[in-house]
């Protein structure tokens, strides 16, 4: 199979879930940031980068991400929530949330996920480790989301869409499985 350095990128991320305690640098999270911003967007865009480094904030976000799942009763995460070890952030310093105007005058969320993956693929190049995270989001849907809006600055008429966590890997990334042929169709 044909190999380059982005190539090798692509292939070599996986999803993180163990993390050092020490924050990345500013010029780590800021190459991070920009790339997000390079994601290809149907229209203008409409996002938004929040870019969280504050521990007792990402502790808040958590709690109240596992009590929205916890009064929601959703069936599959659910054990996740009820568990007080469980950590849905997984102890990284870094949280980006991805928010999108939602006056959007084209479906936003196809931009915001490829920003997300940028983000991702980003994060790999530098030899950090990355997870997209659905479970935080769930945090807004609490009653503390209001608050949390707020506290975490959050323009008026934005709604959060997606995350992603960033930190220094304690974990070595999982072998990648085959590629599978069944899911490629090629018409010649
Ligand atoms: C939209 C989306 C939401 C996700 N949410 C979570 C999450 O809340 N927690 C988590 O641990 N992983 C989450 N993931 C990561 C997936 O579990 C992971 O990407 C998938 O298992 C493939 O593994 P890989 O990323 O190592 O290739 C999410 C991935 C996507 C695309």
Same mark, same amino acid.
């Given at each position: 199979m044909l190999t380059n350095e982005t190539l090798?990128?692509?292939?070599?991320?996986?999803?993180?879930?163990?993390?050092?305690?020490?924050?990345?640098?500013?010029?780590?999270?800021?190459?991070i940031l920009a790339?997000?911003?390079?994601?290809?967007?149907?229209?203008?865009?409409?996002?938004?980068? !929040?870019?969280v480094q504050n521990r007792v904030l990402l502790q808040r976000l958590n709690q109240a991400a596992k009590a929205a799942v916890r009064q929601m009763g959703i069936p599959g995460l659910l054990p996740l929530a009820e568990n007080e070890a469980y950590d849905c952030l997984y102890g990284a310093p870094t949280l980006v949330i991805v928010s999108a105007a939602e006056a959007s005058p084209?479906?936003?969320?196809?931009?915001?996920?490829?920003?997300?993956?940028?983000?991702?693929?980003?994060?790999?190049?530098?030899?950090?480790?990355?997870?997209?995270?659905?479970?935080? !989001?769930?945090?807004?849907?609490?009653?503390?989301?209001?608050e949390l809006r707020e506290a975490l600055r959050l323009p008026a008429g934005y709604k959060p869409l997606f995350s992603a966590v960033f930190g220094y890997p304690s974990e070595a990334a999982p072998e990648r499985p085959p590629y599978d042929p069944g899911v490629v169709t090629v018409i010649d």
């Open positions: 090798a990128v692509i292939r070599q991320r996986r999803s993180i879930r163990r993390y050092q305690p020490e924050q990345i640098s500013d010029a780590e999270r800021d190459a790339a997000g911003q390079c994601a290809p967007h149907a229209g203008a865009p409409v996002w938004h980068f !929040t870019a084209l479906p936003p969320e196809a931009d915001c996920a490829a920003a997300v993956q940028n983000m991702l693929l980003a994060a790999q190049s530098l030899g950090l480790g990355s997870c997209w995270i659905f479970f935080v !989001t769930m945090a807004f849907l609490s009653p503390q989301g209001g």
